[in-house]
């Protein structure tokens, strides 16, 4: 008998080893559909989208921005053709090779490029490198192409203000969204290269004038330049505004400041809407919404003559005799004093070592409230600024909408200064002094406001005391829809004074201008009420002011209204360093008054306004008003 122990010993060792092989190939199959899996099924997008993009490309369709009109239609704001400069990095080989013949050929500033190529983004989505290429620009970019991988030049919309540095403050300018800008919500979906609003309306209501970017899907070549179209998502325009003011009252404006820095304010006191609001000096929008070197921002930062602040609600004076409204309604409302107090006016008052001058040197004689105001008699507001105090004028002042922003559709409102004992301590870490109180009875001291503050607290006046916010939007026109979205006046409240104190205030306003400090602001077309105010730029010198550089003058005040009766438009007026309210303010109001009147003609505008009655115990003789 045989023996088969070892060859079945070694078929035994052969079964174990293809036993072996066998689980060996079973897991390598199974690492494999594993694999295939993997990049098939849960990859398979990346991937696809990796092998599309090997041959296509998306380009970002920038949406036209919404138009802006004035009251009655008039173009303020457009849109423009023009070609801006794209880049995709994917296709870029050579970085610094692409910086230097763009430096070379059409002169971009080599820091700003860099910085530009450096910014986070994907590689795959298109980059805007310069806005606003001249034709010949574009021609050279096109005629270099083989040159310039990735490269591309588009055309697309660019903003444009056809009238220039008219209402410059007012519509504000564009620019490119910044970093910073990206990371907050109310820039969510935007890139790099987007163009968003920076200043005016154009910011304050850039989501509704933004639009919604389109895209397009093309196909590109080896060097990643345009061979056709794949697909296209068309952007969507952004939504139109329709503004409140005239742009004829807003244009007579800026030139009735002509070169002098300040600002005019028109609103109609029935509704809270502005109908001019002027600012100077003024800048170009098209300069700051095109893209400027850092050379041009630093020139226009560093003008003294600040051209972007926005005086009209970013500039804070002494409201000087204009605050003098205040102080009559606080002083009748605390029973401080009672429309038959009379104050006698030597032209000074005493309080303690100090002598508080009158602007008149010899007195106005004896005054009562009415009449001080018609003459601006500062001895009268010292005196019953001292018996009422700080405080009691603060809560005035601050009823009347002083010290808070009038809540106008306009960035970086200013608010000014209401001060009192607490604000004092808080902003200084001082005492109030007795004395403080008597300048801040005549609008100096540490009060300051704006000119828009002021000319919401004249139409409050005018308008019996209900106030409206001042705003700048009539209506939103939705581009998709057509509908047209109108905005409704905003009331802010009712003062809380006796309608008889606010009819003698408004006699004796209209009494300011028919024979006051405001003569030269009576018109033979509209019955005009209104206030003039000096305010003093710098502490009170000795000698002739006259004499003083212009940078130290004061500064001069008119706030108004008109008609007397039922006021369709109130208007206010700061010319800077100019010096007397009644001379240098209150003529420029007259004139924007009764431009209102002819445009948009309505009778009566002659009412019955009887000056409002003299004491009889007034015995000083007038002089040329100052205020």
Wanted: aromatic letters at 6%; one cysteine or more.
């Amino acid at each position: 008998m045989l023996d088969l122990s070892p060859q079945q010993d070694e078929l035994r060792e052969l079964q174990g080893r293809l036993t072996i092989l066998k689980v060996g190939l079973l897991l390598v199959v199974a690492l494999l559909a594993i694999r295939l899996w993997h990049l098939q099924v849960r990859e398979g997008q990346y991937y696809r989208d990796l092998s599309e993009n090997n041959r296509t490309r998306s380009v970002i369709l920038e949406p036209a921005r919404g138009l802006i009109y004035d009251r009655n239609g008039v173009l303020l704001a457009n849109n423009v053709p023009s070609f801006n400069l794209y880049v995709t990095l994917e296709d870029v080989t050579d970085r610094e090779a692409l910086i230097k013949r763009l430096v070379g050929l059409i002169g971009l500033d080599e820091a700003s490029l860099r910085k530009r190529l450096s910014e986070r983004g994907a590689k795959l989505l298109a980059r805007k490198l310069k806005g606003g290429l001249t034709l010949r620009e574009a021609a050279l970019i096109e005629s270099h192409r083989l040159d310039l991988p990735g490269v591309m030049v588009q055309a697309e919309s660019q903003r444009n203000y056809p009238a220039r540095l008219t209402a410059s403050h007012l519509l504000g300018y564009v620019g490119e969204v910044s970093a910073d800008q990206l990371e907050k919500p109310e820039f969510g979906g935007l890139h790099q290269g987007s163009v968003v609003g920076q200043y005016g309306v154009e910011h304050t209501y850039d989501r509704f004038l933004r639009g919604r970017a389109g895209q397009k899907v093309i196909e590109a070549d080896a060097l990643g330049h345009e061979k056709r179209t794949v697909e296209v998502q068309k952007p969507e325009a952004g939504d139109d505004l329709y503004l409140t003011i005239d742009l004829r009252l807003q244009k007579l404006a800026e030139d009735l400041l002509g070169g002098e820095a300040g600002a005019i304010v028109a609103v109609d006191p029935a509704t809270g809407e502005v109908l001019a609001l002027a600012s100077r000096p003024a800048f170009d929008p098209n300069v700051l919404s095109r893209e400027l070197t850092p050379k041009q921002w630093e020139d226009i930062v560093q003008d003294e003559g600040h051209p972007l602040t926005n005086r009209a609600t970013q500039g804070q004076y002494p409201p000087g005799s204009t605050f003098k409204i205040v102080m009559a309604a606080a002083a009748l409302e605390t029973n401080t004093i009672d429309p038959a107090t009379t104050i006698r006016c030597f032209g000074s008052y005493q309080f303690g070592r100090r002598l508080y001058k009158d602007w008149k040197a010899g007195g106005h004689g004896t005054m009562d409230v009415s009449q001080a105001i018609v003459d601006s008699c500062d001895v009268f507001f010292y005196t019953i600024g001292q018996r009422m105090g700080i405080e009691a004028i603060a809560s005035y002042a601050t009823q009347f909408g002083l010290g808070r922003e009038t809540g106008i559709e306009l960035p970086s409102e200013r608010v000014g200064i209401v001060p009192s004992p607490a604000w004092k301590e808080k902003a200084r870490s001082e005492p109030w002094l007795p004395g403080e109180t008597i300048s801040a009875s005549i609008g100096q001291g540490y009060v300051t406001v704006t000119p828009l503050q002021m000319t919401s607290l004249i139409a409050t006046v005018g308008n019996n005391g209900v106030s409206f916010r001042p705003r700048l939007i009539r209506a939103v026109m939705e581009r998709t829809t057509g509908r047209l979205q109108e905005l409704p006046a905003v009331a802010r409240g009712q003062l809380a004074i006796r309608p008889e104190t606010l009819a003698l205030i408004q006699h004796a306003l209209a009494g300011v201008v028919t024979e006051g400090t405001a003569r030269r602001a009576k018109s033979s077309l509209v019955t005009i009420a209104g206030k003039t105010g000096t305010a003093q730029a710098v502490a009170a010198r000795p000698g002739p002011k006259e004499d003083l550089p212009k940078k130290l003058r004061d500064h001069a005040w008119f706030i108004s209204y008109a008609p007397t009766v039922t006021p369709r438009i109130a208007v206010g007026v700061l010319v800077e360093h100019m010096g007397h309210g009644g001379s240098a303010a209150a003529p420029l109001a007259k004139q924007l008054i009764e431009t209102f009147i002819k445009l948009a003609p309505h009778e009566p505008l002659i009412a019955d306004s009887p000056s409002p009655a003299r004491s009889p115990m007034t015995v000083m003789a007038r002089q040329e008003p100052r205020d």
